[in-house]
């Protein structure tokens, strides 16, 4: 079975495959303190019913990059196929500096890639809400990157004196009659109007309409605010495009020696 691992910078999401089909999906906090042992010790409990026999890993903490390689080398016997843009990306990475973009990206955009036509815009509710765009051409060219949801909701309270800390939940009111439904629309809504604002703009630059495929935690929530709607909602994207990568990085490379 197939072990994909997506390190972001809150959780670490942990997707298991059987061939095509995803079994088991896990999430662990992005814990810097923890050690390689702790790491270990998860890893052997998750996946005690399991044979792991490949991994790949997609990270953006790269304090956690070598602990993480080492665990699952221990505990699964396996070496780890590392995403970079330097490995076979399955699509041409057509930004001013490719070293630049964050393994995330580049697994949402080969999963969008091999799932969707093009051209395509991926909008993933993370840490940050990043949009990542791929053209008719199949080229990954670029994206947004803007603050996430959680992360205004912190941002509002650490440097304000009077805004409470509020939780993610539904807007019911554009304007809010108390200071919560007021932020709770600033956020919700307001990362709604930042999508239909953003996909119109990237779309007028592209020339044409472009499949909008929605991925992350918030996706769901978000699109309930949204006038041009999601035409797929697919919240284990970045695991499937990491799955996809390593088929062509490992699989068909073996299919090749064989042959």
């Given at each position: ?8 910078n809150?959780?670490i999401t942990?997707g ?12 662990l906090?992005?814990d810097k ?7 270990e ?11 792991v026999t490949?991994?790949?890993?997609g ?17 699964f016997g396996?070496?780890?196929v590392?995403?970079t ?7 041409k ?6 070293d ?11 999963g969008?890639?091999?799932l969707y ?7 993933d509710?993370g840490?940050a809400?990043?949009f990542d765009?791929i053209n008719s ?6 994206g947004?990157i803007a603050?996430?949801i959680?992360l205004q909701m912190?941002v509002l309270?650490k440097f304000t ?6 939780d ?5 009111n ?5 200071t919560t439904?007021a932020?709770?629309?600033g956020?919700?809504r307001?990362t709604?109007?930042?999508?239909d604002?953003l996909v119109a703009?990237c779309?007028?630059?592209?020339g044409?309409k472009?499949?909008?495929i929605?991925t992350g ?10 006038v041009r709607?999601?035409d797929f ?8 495009g990491l799955?996809h ?10 299919q090749k020696?064989a042959?």
């Open positions: 079975m197939l072990l994909t691992t997506d390190i972001g809150t959780n942990l298991l495959f059987d061939n095509d089909a995803l079994v088991e999906e896990f999430r906090a992005s303190d923890l050690s390689l042992e702790e790491y010790v998860l890893l052997k409990s998750l996946f005690k019913d399991y044979k490949g991994c790949i890993i990270s953006v903490v790269e304090e956690l990059n070598d602990k993480f390689t080492s665990a699952v080398k221990n505990v396996v070496e780890p590392f995403l843009n330097k490995i076979n990306t399955g699509v990475i057509k930004t001013d500096f490719p630049e973009v964050g393994a995330d990206r580049i697994a949402n955009a080969a969008a890639y091999i036509n093009k051209p395509a815009i991926v909008v509710f840490t809400t990043s765009i051409q199949g080229e990954f060219i670029g947004i603050p996430g959680n912190k309270n004196s009077k805004l409470p800390r509020t993610v939940a539904i807007s019911t554009a304007i809010g009659h108390n439904d932020i709770l629309s956020v919700i307001g709604a109007c930042m999508i604002g703009q779309e007028k630059e592209l044409e472009a499949v909008l929605a935690g918030y996706s769901g929530l978000i699109a309930n605010y949204l709607p999601f909602i697919n919240p284990t994207l970045t695991l499937e799955r990568l390593y088929n062509l990085n490992v699989i068909s490379e073996l020696t042959h």
